[in-house]
T-cell receptor
Framework: SQQGEEDPQALSIQEGENATMNCSYKTSINNLQWYRQNSGRGLVHLILIRSNEREKHSGRLRVTLDTSKKSSSLLITASRAADTASYFCATDDNTNAGKSTFGDGTTLTVKP | KAGVTQTPRYLIKTRGQQVTLSCSPISGHRSVSWYQQTPGQGLQFLFEYFSETQRNKGNFPGRFSGRQFSNSRSEMNVSTLELGDSALYLC?????????????FGEGSRLTVL
C-alpha cells in the first residue's frame, strides 16, 4: 500500500472555515511535502517540512510533523472557494533516492 | 523560466499498441521522475532518472520503460497496452541531486486505452 495515508478522504467546508488534513506514513523519512492538485491537472508544491522540524508556516498554510507518530497535518486557515482541490502528502526517505511516495489524497471542497 | 512540458496532453490508443510520452524538465533540473495516477491506485511511482541514469524504479511490469537524454529530457514508453494502463501520466522535474526536495510537475499526459 501507499507510504502515506490521508484522512479524511473527502472534506467539505464553508468559505472562511479552517480545513485540516492528516497524513500518516510508515517508514523513516528525510522530509515530508504537501501538494495540491486541481481536477485533472498537475500537482503544485505547497510546502516541505524536514524530519528535524516540527512546524512550518506559509501564508495561510500550517504544517506540523510528528515523527514519533509518523504523522503530519496540513491546516488551511480562512479557506476560499479557490482552495477546492485534492491535497496529497509525499515522503522522501534515505533508501530510495529520487523517489517520493504519495498518499491517497484528501479532496477538499470549499463552498462559497 | 518555462515549466515542465509534457506531450502529448491527450491520446487514445487501442489494446496491444505502444505509446511514447515525452517530458521536458525545467532548465537546469537533472532529475526527472514519472508517476501514474488512476482513481483506484492513486499516484504510483514509475521511475526516476538523474543525469541519464535510472536511480529508482517502481513496481511496474517491464512493459513500462523510460530513458533520459543528455539534455535531461525524458521519455517513457509503454508497450503492449492494456485497458488498465489508462491513466494520467505525470512527469516531475527537480534540481535535487543526492538530496530530495520539491518536485515540479507537468500537466500530465492523459492516456485512454480502448
Amino acid at each position: 500500500s501507499q507510504q502515506g495515508e490521508e484522512d479524511p478522504q473527502a472534506l467539505s467546508i464553508q468559505e472562511g472555515e479552517n480545513a485540516t488534513m492528516n497524513c500518516s506514513y510508515k517508514t523513516s523519512i528525510n522530509n515530508l511535502q504537501w501538494y495540491r492538485q486541481n481536477s485533472g491537472r498537475g500537482l503544485v508544491h505547497l510546502i516541505l517540512i524536514r524530519s528535524n522540524e516540527r512546524e512550518k508556516h506559509s501564508g495561510r498554510l500550517r504544517v506540523t510533523l510528528d515523527t514519533s507518530k509518523k504523522s503530519s497535518s496540513l491546516l488551511i486557515t480562512a479557506s476560499r472557494a479557490a482552495d477546492t482541490a485534492s491535497y496529497f502528502c509525499a515522503t522522501d526517505d534515505n533508501t530510495n533516492a529520487g523517489k517520493s511516495t504519495f498518499g491517497d489524497g484528501t479532496t477538499l471542497t470549499v463552498k462559497p | 523560466k518555462a515549466g515542465v512540458t509534457q506531450t502529448p496532453r491527450y491520446l487514445i490508443k487501442t489494446r496491444g499498441q505502444q505509446v511514447t510520452l515525452s517530458c521536458s524538465p525545467i532548465s537546469g533540473h537533472r532529475s526527472v521522475s514519472w508517476y501514474q495516477q488512476t482513481p483506484g491506485q492513486g499516484l504510483q511511482f514509475l521511475f526516476e532518472y538523474f543525469s541519464e541514469t535510472q536511480r529508482n524504479k517502481g513496481n511496474f511490469p517491464g512493459r513500462f520503460s523510460g530513458r533520459q537524454f543528455s539534455n535531461s529530457r525524458s521519455e517513457m514508453n509503454v508497450s503492449t497496452l492494456e485497458l488498465g494502463d489508462s491513466a494520467l501520466y505525470l512527469c516531475a522535474s527537480s534540481p535535487r541531486g543526492t538530496d530530495t526536495g520539491e518536485l515540479f510537475f507537468g500537466e500530465g499526459s492523459r492516456l485512454t486505452v480502448l
